[in-house]
């Protein structure tokens, strides 16, 4: 009976450490999953931001062409053939134009 007490007196410490724990696992998942998913669409959008007529892009779905015109919320993209094709701003994947400049070393 003395040890069932005894058991039950060092419950409470136990009941902290796993808040302890609770916290510590969140604050990993924060600076893991969170906050680079956070960053990553930060510099998505200043890469549609600094967009302009005549940049060549490729979107998400893996076309390339270039910038023919743009609205608040949308390209005209003209592609092989002098086709265009409209597409949302956030399908743009990557900026072609930087892309494929050099780098230039100091």
Known sequence: ????????????????????????????????MIRPQVKKAKEHKKLISELKKGDKIITTAGIHGRIADMNETTFLIEVEGGTKIRFDKSAVSLDATKAAAPAVKA
């Open 1 to 32: 009976m003395t040890s069932t007490i005894i058991l039950q007196a060092t419950g409470g410490f136990a009941q902290y450490g796993q808040l302890i724990m609770l916290g510590a696992v969140a604050v990993v998942f924060y600076f893991f």
